[in-house]
C-alpha cells in the first residue's frame, strides 16, 4: 500500500472516529427527565347554626336588622370562595308575606354591608382568599313592617346558602 493510501486511511479514521466520538448519540443515556404531579381537594365548606324563630315581628317597626344564624365557611382556594343565596324571601304564614333582604356579616357579630335579595344577598360576601372551613360569619336578614298590623299566626322561611370556590 502506498503512503499516500495509508495517511488517507489513517485521516479518515480520524475524522470518522472524532465524528463519532462527538456525535449527539454518543451521549445518549447521560441525562433523563421525570414528570411528577398530583392534585389537591378542595376543603370548601359551610355550616349554618339553626336559624332564630323568635324574629320580632311587631308592628310599625321601620327596616328592622336582626341576626338570625350563625355560619361558618372557608376553603383552601387562594381566591377565596363565594357565597349564593337563594329562597323566597318572604317571612309567610301561609296568608300574608313580610319580605326580607339577606346579608352576610363578617365574622361572628358583624352586622352586613350590604343586603340583597336572593341570589345577590352575598354581595360583598366573595372571601378573595384561602380561610379556614370554620371562619366565623353571621346571616342576617333585614325588613320592615311600617306598613301597618301583620296577619296574626307562625311566619316561617328558609334561606338556602351555597359556596363555591372562585
Same mark, same amino acid.
Not at 454518543?26 to 355550616?47: D, E, L, M, R, Y
Given at each position: 500500500?502506498?503512503?499516500?493510501?495509508?495517511?488517507?486511511? *489513517?485521516?479518515?479514521?480520524?475524522?470518522?472516529?472524532?465524528? %463519532?466520538?462527538?456525535?449527539?448519540?454518543?451521549?445518549?443515556?447521560?441525562?433523563?427527565?421525570?414528570?411528577?404531579?398530583?392534585?389537591? $381537594?378542595?376543603?370548601?365548606? *359551610?355550616?349554618?347554626?339553626? #336559624?332564630?324563630?323568635?324574629?320580632?315581628?311587631?308592628?310599625?317597626?321601620? $327596616?328592622?336588622?336582626?341576626? %338570625?344564624?350563625?355560619?361558618?365557611?372557608?376553603?383552601?382556594?387562594?381566591? #377565596?370562595?363565594?357565597?349564593?343565596?337563594?329562597?323566597?324571601?318572604?317571612?309567610?304564614?301561609?296568608?300574608?308575606?313580610?319580605?326580607?333582604?339577606? #346579608?352576610?356579616? %363578617?365574622?361572628?357579630?358583624?352586622?352586613?354591608?350590604?343586603?340583597?335579595?336572593?341570589?345577590?344577598?352575598?354581595?360583598?360576601?366573595?372571601?378573595?382568599?384561602?380561610?379556614?372551613?370554620?371562619?366565623?360569619?353571621?346571616?342576617? *336578614?333585614?325588613?320592615?313592617?311600617?306598613?301597618?298590623?301583620?296577619?296574626?299566626?307562625?311566619?316561617?322561611?328558609?334561606?338556602?346558602?351555597?359556596?363555591?370556590?372562585?
Amino acid at each position: 500500500m502506498s503512503k499516500l493510501i495509508r495517511r488517507a486511511l *489513517i485521516a479518515s479514521g480520524l475524522f470518522i472516529g472524532t465524528a %463519532v466520538a462527538f456525535s449527539p448519540t454518543a451521549f445518549a443515556g447521560t441525562t433523563a427527565s421525570a414528570t411528577i404531579g398530583g392534585n389537591v $381537594t378542595s376543603t370548601i365548606a *359551610i355550616t349554618a347554626s339553626t #336559624g332564630k324563630a323568635n324574629v320580632d315581628l311587631a308592628p310599625d317597626q321601620n $327596616t328592622v336588622a336582626v341576626k %338570625v344564624s350563625d355560619l361558618a365557611m372557608g376553603t383552601n382556594s387562594v381566591a #377565596g370562595l363565594t357565597l349564593t343565596t337563594s329562597g323566597t324571601f318572604n317571612l309567610d304564614n301561609q296568608r300574608t308575606t313580610i319580605p326580607f333582604l339577606v #346579608g352576610v356579616g %363578617v365574622g361572628a357579630t358583624n352586622a352586613p354591608v350590604n343586603y340583597g335579595a336572593s341570589g345577590n344577598a352575598a354581595s360583598g360576601i366573595d372571601t378573595g382568599a384561602a380561610a379556614a372551613p370554620n371562619t366565623p360569619y353571621g346571616l342576617w *336578614i333585614q325588613y320592615s313592617t311600617a306598613t301597618g298590623f301583620q296577619d296574626p299566626g307562625a311566619y316561617g322561611a328558609t334561606i338556602n346558602l351555597s359556596v363555591a370556590d372562585n
